[in-house]
């Protein structure tokens, strides 16, 4: 049986908020409700614990941060309190809605060996951001979805989609 958490999502931010330099993290104050402290989504936002009840963790302010369920899936599950914070810090990006793409460019270089920026380099010249549109089309649902019960892409799709297009540009300009 799950205890109910008590702590309000308000509290957290105000308490952290007054505690911490924002330019650590993925995410401004002004936006701490409702945008994720890691990767900075707008998302609904889940209290995670930073030391787990079940290692004693309580339930007041200091010992909770808002992620995503994305995240929070993630996020470190250990003792020191120390572990979240420098995990939180690790993944900062300035600028939001990047997060997950640069999570696909490492998945991307993970498993083709190469990077998307040196793989999409020869086409430099000829392509144009509308061309990507044409070659891809308006709907990426014909190449790609979310795992059922998802409402994203994950980055192994993200890099896939990458790949993809590669691939389409390869084969128009007739390069192997």
Known sequence: ??????????????????????????????????????????RRLERCHIIPRSLGGEDIPRNYVLLCKRCHLENPNVYDPEIMWDWLKAYKKPYYNTFWINRGL????????????????????????KEVKEILGE???????????????????IAGLMRILIKKLREKYGID
Do not use: P
């Open 1 to 42: 049986m799950t205890k109910e958490i008590k702590t309000t999502k308000e509290e957290i931010c105000d308490y952290w908020f007054s505690r911490i330099d924002e330019s650590n993290l993925s995410v401004d104050a002004s936006e701490a409700l409702e945008r994720c402290w890691r990767c900075g989504s707008k």
């Open 106 to 129: 490492e998945e991307y270089e993970r498993i083709y060996k190469s990077k998307f920026k040196d793989d999409i380099a020869i086409f430099n010249e000829f392509i144009t951001d």
């Open 139 to 157: 709907d990426i649902g014909i190449y790609a979805t979310h795992h059922f019960g998802q409402a994203y892409l994950n980055s192994s799709t």
